[in-house]
């Protein structure tokens, strides 16, 4: 059902003058940063000293649920996709072509006069397929067929490489089943949860309304409470950082041996999937499905498949319907006003068809040149982080020798795919919900089509137009989109401090990556192995344990601490990010020099540039849910975190003893 999850990893690429001839003669325009507030003073707060004059001015709009950088990037993003779809869907195009397939989907999802005459017509059989549902394995028959029309309810499989041997493609079962957005949500008492709590039970209460159901507040209770049984066998968002953890491959007759309702051959055979063994990766849950679909009356698990049908589909269905889902949203979100429709449907198009829409915008706003650029910078980086590996005080030769192999393993990915992903779809600009579960249905066969081959090294997990990037532990790949090159972090105008204060910081954080509490349990190929001496490895853990204490105590809305255990593999790669790009920086001629810009030195405007990239103002119900739920700290102390362990950042700025954020030398936490 309804899930808002929020994964946001940021990484935005440059290119130096002094590392590409055909730049050296540009002419530099120096970044003003102002709006600095000198009444805080750099050791207290830096991000505040830098961002608070801009946090107490900013605005965020009705329709959004923060303004600013890193991920609110897109929505200016979202502005030049528009363009394209505005115009693609005006033009007649040959059948079939990228554009008549991107235009069409958003032309049809644009007739909002179509969609709401349709009402809940479109979902219609669906539910007649529910109310005819008479037996348990019929229960799981329905399941299954929607499972391949993207409609996933209580079973959670994903087709990725096996951990054990990264050079296959195996099935994955996930736990799933819940609406809300964590599993923690169910046992709080929290008034801020319990708010998001009720608004779940109203939205569930207005969808059952919609259909025609009668007691709809009784049926919305009833789906609560099996969803709080199923999210009492989920293992937290901490626990599933454990890599290990989340890997129990089970032969098939093995699964249904220990599982007495699920018929998983039945099962595996509906999905279309030829498989002897599952990767299950969160046993507790299949378990507690199994006992629950014995236990809970079969008129309820209707209910609940029901509940979960309309959930799914609610976004492509009648105003109503999306007006329900908003009520909900805006309680998790903080957001007050619903987006316009046409914003919605950029998202919807670069969400379900963004292979095809990333040509047209490749086309039109890529700079060809950033691409090669891009690839000098990051083997630049590369080099760096090798220097850091060799000069570590804490990590053995043999163990230096295992970490640098798989640091020049990584592949790396920048601009756009070298093979593109195709989309074998009828798109007809008439019918928007069916045109949204033929892109489902097409998605889910192009994954089944994977499994049991070698993973597709030539595929991208996001598109090329989306402001964002990743390091991918299974494939040992970072991914750079074309989408990522812009101001604050892209800036061919500016000095190198700029520059590499800026997203020299995150090219070195995605490459710490490939070594925090996650990626260093991956070996070079990507498989889960430990490549570490023991004595080396317990010396890891400790230093990842001094940034989750560390972490731990830092505070959001005066009283709301971190979860350092969540965080602790972006933190530790935000740490070593800030490292390997300053060491970076100071290898070029402004690195070595002291001459000032604006009334600051190179090394000062290096970190001014690290406080502004964060530059972030977020509502305040949706930076709960964000420190609740995401992987990521907030912006504040994606800066102050790292720079109160960083020695360079007290020289520059002359940080002493009892200030705000200072820390001895020995507190000062170093990994990479």
């Given at each position: 059902?309804?899930?808002?999850?929020?994964?946001?990893?940021?990484?935005?690429?440059?290119?130096?003058?002094?590392?590409?001839?055909?730049?050296?003669?540009?002419?530099?325009?120096?970044?003003?940063?102002?709006?600095?507030?000198?009444?805080?003073?750099?050791?207290?707060?830096?991000?505040?000293?830098?961002?608070?004059?801009?946090?107490?001015?900013?605005?965020?709009?009705?329709?959004?649920?923060?303004?600013?950088?890193?991920?609110?990037?897109?929505?200016?993003?979202?502005?030049?996709?528009?363009?394209?779809?505005?115009?693609?869907?005006?033009?007649?195009?040959?059948?079939?072509?990228?554009?008549?397939?991107?235009?069409?989907?958003?032309?049809?999802?644009?007739?909002?006069?179509?969609?709401?005459?349709?009402?809940?017509?479109?979902?219609?059989?669906?539910?007649?397929?529910?109310?005819?549902?008479?037996?348990?394995?019929?229960?799981?028959?329905?399941?299954?067929?929607?499972?391949?029309?993207?409609?996933?309810?209580?079973?959670?499989?994903?087709?990725?490489?096996?951990?054990?041997?990264?050079?296959?493609?195996?099935?994955?079962?996930?736990?799933?089943?819940?609406?809300?957005?964590?599993?923690?949500?169910?046992?709080?008492?929290?008034?801020?949860?319990?708010?998001?709590?009720?608004?779940?039970?109203?939205?569930?209460?207005?969808?059952?309304?919609?259909?025609?159901?009668?007691?709809?507040?009784?049926?919305?209770?009833?789906?609560?409470?099996?969803?709080?049984?199923?999210?009492?066998?989920?293992?937290?968002?901490?626990?599933?950082?454990?890599?290990?953890?989340?890997?129990?491959?089970?032969?098939?007759?093995?699964?249904?041996?220990?599982?007495?309702?699920?018929?998983?051959?039945?099962?595996?055979?509906?999905?279309?999937?030829?498989?002897?063994?599952?990767?299950?990766?969160?046993?507790?849950?299949?378990?507690?499905?199994?006992?629950?679909?014995?236990?809970?009356?079969?008129?309820?698990?209707?209910?609940?498949?029901?509940?979960?049908?309309?959930?799914?589909?609610?976004?492509?269905?009648?105003?109503?319907?999306?007006?329900?889902?908003?009520?909900?949203?805006?309680?998790?979100?903080?957001?007050?006003?619903?987006?316009?429709?046409?914003?919605?449907?950029?998202?919807?198009?670069?969400?379900?068809?963004?292979?095809?829409?990333?040509?047209?915008?490749?086309?039109?706003?890529?700079?060809?040149?950033?691409?090669?650029?891009?690839?000098?910078?990051?083997?630049?980086?590369?080099?760096?982080?090798?220097?850091?590996?060799?000069?570590?005080?804490?990590?053995?030769?043999?163990?230096?020798?295992?970490?640098?192999?798989?640091?020049?393993?990584?592949?790396?990915?920048?601009?756009?795919?070298?093979?593109?992903?195709?989309?074998?779809?009828?798109?007809?600009?008439?019918?928007?919900?069916?045109?949204?579960?033929?892109?489902?249905?097409?998605?889910?066969?192009?994954?089944?089509?994977?499994?049991?081959?070698?993973?597709?090294?030539?595929?991208?997990?996001?598109?090329?137009?989306?402001v964002t990037a990743y390091y991918n532990p299974s494939l040992n790949e970072i991914v750079f989109p074309a989408g990522i090159l812009q101001a604050p972090y892209f800036d061919l105008y500016a000095d190198d401090a700029v520059n590499y204060g800026g997203i020299g910081m995150v090219i070195g954080h995605e490459f710490t990556h490939a070594f925090d509490d996650q990626g260093a349990q991956y070996d070079k190929d990507g498989n889960v192995t430990n490549w570490w001496t023991e004595e080396d490895y317990t010396k890891f853990k400790a230093k990842t344990?001094?940034?989750?204490?560390?972490?731990?105590?830092?505070?959001?809305?005066?009283?709301?601490?971190?979860?350092?255990?969540?965080?602790?593999?972006?933190?530790?790669?935000?740490?070593?990010?800030?490292?390997?790009?300053?060491?970076?920086?100071?290898?070029?001629?402004?690195?070595?020099?002291?001459?000032?810009?604006?009334?600051?030195?190179?090394?000062?405007?290096?970190?001014?540039?690290?406080?502004?990239?964060?530059?972030?103002?977020?509502?305040?119900?949706?930076?709960?849910?964000?420190?609740?739920?995401?992987?990521?700290?907030?912006?504040?102390?994606?800066?102050?975190?790292?720079?109160?362990?960083?020695?360079?950042?007290?020289?520059?700025?002359?940080?002493?003893?009892?200030?705000?954020?200072?820390?001895?030398?020995?507190?000062?936490?170093?990994?990479?």
């Amino acid at each position: 059902m309804k899930s808002f999850f929020y994964f946001f990893i940021v990484l935005f690429l440059f290119s130096s003058c002094k590392e590409n001839n055909d730049t050296a003669t540009l002419e530099r325009t120096p970044v003003v940063f102002d709006g600095i507030n000198d009444s805080i003073k750099p050791g207290d707060n830096f991000f505040n000293h830098v961002n608070k004059t801009w946090m107490d001015n900013a605005v965020i709009a009705d329709d959004q649920v923060g303004v600013g950088s890193y991920r609110f990037l897109n929505i200016p993003q979202q502005k030049l996709l528009k363009n394209i779809l505005g115009e693609v869907s005006q033009e007649e195009h040959p059948k079939g072509s990228v554009e008549q397939m991107v235009g069409d989907f958003y032309a049809s999802g644009m007739d909002t006069t179509s969609i709401n005459k349709r009402g809940i017509t479109p979902i219609q059989p669906i539910l007649d397929r529910i109310d005819a549902i008479d037996n348990v394995p019929s229960v799981l028959d329905f399941v299954a067929t929607q499972l391949k029309s993207g409609d996933y309810s209580m079973i959670g499989p994903s087709i990725s490489p096996d951990q054990k041997n990264s050079t296959i493609n195996i099935l994955h079962l996930h736990q799933t089943g819940l609406g809300l957005p964590d599993r923690d949500y169910y046992f709080s008492d929290d008034p801020s949860v319990k708010e998001i709590q009720d608004a779940y039970k109203t939205y569930l209460t207005t969808i059952f309304e919609l259909v025609g159901n009668n007691n709809a507040a009784a049926q919305a209770e009833t789906i609560y409470e099996i969803e709080k049984q199923l999210a009492e066998s989920h293992k937290t968002r901490i626990e599933r950082r454990v890599v290990s953890e989340n890997y129990h491959k089970m032969s098939v007759s093995d699964l249904d041996e220990g599982h007495k309702n699920i018929d998983w051959q039945v099962m595996l055979n509906t999905l279309g999937a030829k498989t002897d063994s599952i990767n299950v990766r969160q046993p507790a849950y299949y378990d507690t499905l199994d006992r629950l679909l014995a236990e809970i009356p079969l008129q309820d698990w209707k209910l609940y498949l029901q509940a979960n049908s309309i959930s799914s589909h609610d976004g492509i269905l009648s105003k109503p319907f999306q007006d329900a889902a908003f009520e909900y949203s805006k309680v998790v979100s903080g957001q007050s006003v619903q987006q316009s429709r046409a914003k919605q449907m950029v998202r919807r198009v670069d969400g379900q068809i963004g292979f095809a829409l990333g040509q047209l915008y490749v086309k039109r706003y890529f700079n060809e040149d950033a691409k090669k650029r891009a690839l000098d910078l990051v083997n630049n980086f590369q080099k760096t982080l090798e220097k850091r590996i060799e000069n570590l005080d804490w990590m053995s030769d043999s163990t230096k020798v295992k970490a640098k192999e798989k640091l020049f393993a990584i592949k790396k990915k920048i601009g756009y795919p070298d093979v593109w992903r195709t989309y074998d779809v009828d798109i007809n600009r008439n019918t928007f919900f069916e045109n949204v579960v033929t892109l489902r249905k097409d998605a889910y066969e192009y994954q089944l089509k994977q499994l049991n081959q070698p993973p597709n090294r030539d595929e991208w997990g996001t598109t090329p137009s989306t402001v964002t990037a990743y390091y991918n532990p299974s494939l040992n790949e970072i991914v750079f989109p074309a989408g990522i090159l812009q101001a604050p972090y892209f800036d061919l105008y500016a000095d190198d401090a700029v520059n590499y204060g800026g997203i020299g910081m995150v090219i070195g954080h995605e490459f710490t990556h490939a070594f925090d509490d996650q990626g260093a349990q991956y070996d070079k190929d990507g498989n889960v192995t430990n490549w570490w001496t023991e004595e080396d490895y317990t010396k890891f853990k400790a230093k990842t344990q001094q940034i989750i204490d560390q972490y731990g105590t830092f505070t959001v809305l005066d009283s709301i601490h971190l979860k350092g255990a969540l965080t602790v593999g972006e933190n530790t790669a935000d740490n070593g990010g800030i490292a390997i790009a300053y060491d970076a920086f100071k290898l070029t001629e402004q690195g070595q020099d002291t001459t000032k810009i604006g009334g600051y030195t190179p090394d000062q405007r290096f970190f001014l540039s690290i406080a502004r990239i964060w530059r972030v103002k977020m509502r305040e119900a949706f930076l709960r849910n964000y420190v609740a739920t995401d992987p990521h700290s907030p912006p504040m102390w994606r800066v102050n975190g790292p720079l109160m362990n960083f020695t360079p950042f007290y020289d520059a700025f002359d940080v002493q003893e009892g200030e705000q954020n200072f820390r001895s030398k020995e507190e000062r936490i170093k990994i990479w």
